[in-house]
């Protein structure tokens, strides 16, 4: 795999680097900066001397592993995928495109408070007997970093597969975290099949146009959909966001008047859609929240084998009740929210 960091100016990037390096059996491969993603030109020449020497401590990269365009180091990864490879050297969204389309590719992003990476900075400074520049002129650099048009690093941290709040002061802290999260984790670069059909259901809940709260629902069998379904006021009816449904618009408290309510739930749309033929043995239910007492009743009726949710509701011990005496079934299994 190849993970690439990115981040602000001193937010714990190549420390990061260099703890993949030292720990988890990654090596360092460089990109020479390129005409184009030469972001900061007039910054002080110390500052830049100190940014590329950060990770070099570790060793000198030897020539084989510094690329002169992303392409060529791309290639290089495409044929040594199954070693650990790192690099800090994505400048600019051009290159990010390129590399995230790559399978075996992780962005990983790492940001830190403003005033810790300035005191890491000044502290840096003293130590190689530098007069540290005060808060001000490092405030101004960062937002350059950060937010110039077109070039600024935040454009490629927004689209980080993985986030790191790196707001610890000492490095043994940080390595100890960093120790717990295992970015190496071949899983984090592909989700698996519970992940992608929640993913799928929480891509439904959007079209969701239920004022009460958007519900998504995906049926699968054998790892295949076989229907997906969100709530909502049903076809040829105005949508309940535009005023369809009287009960869900008047804002009453949750459950209140619930058998005035024209909305269908999630399920219920996934189950009408699939049809009872369709659903048969092995057939597993993903919703985003956990069905309510209705719809248990309807999931226990046509058979469905299992029902994974990600976020709880207010029965769900009674609809777990309900699973359970329908058997056979393999119950509900609660599928943590991902917080990434
Ligand atoms: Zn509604
Ligand atoms: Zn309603
Ligand atoms: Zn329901």
Redesign the pocket.
């Given at each position: 795999m190849l993970i690439g960091l990115c981040g602000g100016i001193c937010a714990g990037k190549h420390a990061i680097a260099e703890y993949l390096i030292e720990h988890q059996g990654f090596r360092l491969l460089e990109l020479a900066s390129q005409p184009s993603s030469r972001t900061i030109t007039d910054e002080p020449d110390d500052h830049l001397r100190l940014q590329a020497s950060q990770v070099s401590k570790t060793g000198a990269t030897p020539p084989e592993h510094i690329f002169q365009t992303p392409e060529s180091l791309l290639d290089f990864v495409t044929k040594h995928w199954q070693q650990r490879w790192v690099t800090t050297d994505i400048a600019d969204g051009e290159t990010l495109d390129r590399f995230i389309l790559r399978p075996f590719f992780l962005l990983v992003s790492v940001d830190a408070p403003v005033s810790l990476r300035w005191k890491r900075f000044s502290d840096r400074c003293w130590r190689r007997q530098l007069d540290p520049p005060d808060l001000e002129k490092f405030v101004l650099w960062n937002d350059r970093h950060l937010y110039e048009k077109d070039i600024g690093r935040v454009y490629l941290t927004d689209r980080a597969q993985a986030r790191l709040f790196n707001s610890s002061s000492s490095l043994e802290e940080l390595h100890q975290s960093l120790q717990t999260l295992d970015l190496g984790d071949e899983q984090r670069l592909r989700p698996n099949w519970d992940q992608y059909f929640m993913q799928l259901a929480s891509l439904a809940a959007q079209r969701s146009?239920?004022?009460?709260r958007r519900v998504g629902c995906v049926l699968v069998r054998e790892r295949r959909v076989i229907s997906t379904g969100y709530?909502?006021?049903p076809r040829h009816l105005t949508n309940?966001?535009e005023g369809?449904?009287p009960?869900?618009n008047r804002g009453d408290g949750g459950g209140v008047g619930l058998s005035t309510?024209?909305?269908l739930h999630a399920e219920e749309n996934a189950l009408l859609e699939a049809g009872r033929e369709r659903i048969r043995e092995g057939a597993i239910l993903y919703c985003d929240t956990c069905p309510c007492l209705t719809c248990t009743v309807k999931i226990a009726q046509v058979g469905i084998s299992e029902v994974v949710y990600a976020h709880g509701y207010n029965m769900d011990e009674s609809s777990a009740a309900i699973l359970k005496s329908a058997g056979p079934s393999n119950g509900l299994v609660y599928l943590q929210a991902s917080s990434e």
């Amino acid at each position: 795999m190849l993970i690439g960091l990115c981040g602000g100016i001193c937010a714990g990037k190549h420390a990061i680097a260099e703890y993949l390096i030292e720990h988890q059996g990654f090596r360092l491969l460089e990109l020479a900066s390129q005409p184009s993603s030469r972001t900061i030109t007039d910054e002080p020449d110390d500052h830049l001397r100190l940014q590329a020497s950060q990770v070099s401590k570790t060793g000198a990269t030897p020539p084989e592993h510094i690329f002169q365009t992303p392409e060529s180091l791309l290639d290089f990864v495409t044929k040594h995928w199954q070693q650990r490879w790192v690099t800090t050297d994505i400048a600019d969204g051009e290159t990010l495109d390129r590399f995230i389309l790559r399978p075996f590719f992780l962005l990983v992003s790492v940001d830190a408070p403003v005033s810790l990476r300035w005191k890491r900075f000044s502290d840096r400074c003293w130590r190689r007997q530098l007069d540290p520049p005060d808060l001000e002129k490092f405030v101004l650099w960062n937002d350059r970093h950060l937010y110039e048009k077109d070039i600024g690093r935040v454009y490629l941290t927004d689209r980080a597969q993985a986030r790191l709040f790196n707001s610890s002061s000492s490095l043994e802290e940080l390595h100890q975290s960093l120790q717990t999260l295992d970015l190496g984790d071949e899983q984090r670069l592909r989700p698996n099949w519970d992940q992608y059909f929640m993913q799928l259901a929480s891509l439904a809940a959007q079209r969701s146009n239920c004022m009460k709260r958007r519900v998504g629902c995906v049926l699968v069998r054998e790892r295949r959909v076989i229907s997906t379904g969100y709530n909502g006021t049903p076809r040829h009816l105005t949508n309940c966001n535009e005023g369809g449904c009287p009960r869900c618009n008047r804002g009453d408290g949750g459950g209140v008047g619930l058998s005035t309510c024209l909305c269908l739930h999630a399920e219920e749309n996934a189950l009408l859609e699939a049809g009872r033929e369709r659903i048969r043995e092995g057939a597993i239910l993903y919703c985003d929240t956990c069905p309510c007492l209705t719809c248990t009743v309807k999931i226990a009726q046509v058979g469905i084998s299992e029902v994974v949710y990600a976020h709880g509701y207010n029965m769900d011990e009674s609809s777990a009740a309900i699973l359970k005496s329908a058997g056979p079934s393999n119950g509900l299994v609660y599928l943590q929210a991902s917080s990434e």
